[in-house]
């Protein structure tokens, strides 16, 4: 019995450090793939505000929290199932489904600045009349969620090929991590946005001269931050998916767009001494976002002008 038992916490031992190691590799992976969907992250805490826009105040948060569970369904009842069953079946399907979201996350940013340069607008806007306002608060929960699925896939894709390589079991835990790490860092950044004018009006209600001012200069900084995030969202969308286009390329053997926007880059790092690694990474981000931009022009064109078709996915009925 002693011997039994001495082997047996021997084994319970040696599964722990094995529990523990694939812990370990779970998180460097997290952190690693977590840092390639920076920017599909920013557009997404970036576009989801307008999703409460002009509605009443009180149902602001109540609102974020419906699309949080969306999220969270999106990603762990639907992604993740399936990128470990594609992983598993077909894994070469993966930089296709990149591309396409690379493509889509283009052609949306493309059409922010089409209708921001005085293009026909897609969908119902907050200018027209709202008779009901219960089925109105519904279609736009239910835009933000569909809108989320192609983001969310977006963000699966990305972590999932960067840890392609990784067991069956540290590729779960990596896709859980990251997906539910990212959206409670989403939607926690954007309730505190939209609450922002909130509590500023309290802050400036407290007797201290310090806080009244901090809570008038919130108040009066929100408009403008709702815009910067608006615009940050724009770049972001063109900025990750032309910079997925071009690795996609690469990858598929067409090297000539990706080499060049590579050479460019360096060539900047070469002569900006100190903010080399700065100015390069953003050489290469503004190239992505143009090739992202002539992209999405193309796309909506040929959706809009040559089929006919509305504004994709139904989310910018809720989002302008």
Not at 192 to 212: F, N, T
């Amino acid at each position: 019995m002693p011997g039994g038992l001495v082997a047996l916490l021997d084994d319970v031992s040696v599964i722990a450090r094995t529990a523990a190691a694939s812990v370990d590799d779970i998180t460097v992976a997290a952190s690693r793939a977590g840092t390639k969907t920076a920017g599909v992250v920013i557009d997404d805490a970036a576009v989801t505000p307008s999703y409460v826009t002009g509605l009443s105040p009180a149902r602001e948060l109540p609102i974020i929290w419906k699309i949080t569970k969306g999220s969270l369904k999106n990603k762990l009842l639907i992604l993740l199932p399936g990128a470990l069953i594609l992983s598993w079946l077909l894994p070469s399907a993966i930089i296709f489904i990149l591309m396409l979201g690379g493509a889509y996350l283009s052609y949306e940013g493309a059409e922010k600045v089409m209708e921001k340069l005085g293009g026909e607008k897609h969908g119902k806007t907050l200018e027209d009349e709202i008779n009901d306002p219960v089925a109105f608060e519904k279609q736009r929960v239910a835009g933000a969620i569909r809108t989320d699925l192609i983001l969310s896939a977006e963000i699966m894709a990305i972590t999932l090929n960067e840890v392609a390589s990784e067991d069956f079991i540290v590729r779960a835990g990596v896709l859980a991590v990251v997906g539910i790490a990212v959206t409670l860092f989403v939607y926690g950044a954007v309730a505190i946005i939209v609450k922002l004018d909130d509590i500023g009006l309290h802050l400036s209600e407290r007797k201290s001269q310090a806080a009244e001012k901090f809570g008038h200069f919130l108040v009066r900084s929100v408009p403008y931050i709702l815009k910067a995030l608006s615009f940050i969202g724009t770049i972001a969308m063109l900025w990750v998916g032309g910079g997925i286009i071009l690795h996609g390329l690469h990858e598929l053997g067409l090297h000539g767009p990706s080499d060049w926007a590579h050479g460019v880059q360096h060539a900047v790092e070469t002569v900006t001494g100190g903010l080399s690694g700065l100015l390069g990474w953003a050489t290469y981000a503004a190239i992505s976002a143009l090739v992202g931009l002539g992209l999405g022009f193309v796309i909506a064109i040929l959706l809009h002008k040559a089929l006919k078709m509305g504004h994709g996915m139904g989310e910018g009925a809720e989002a302008h």
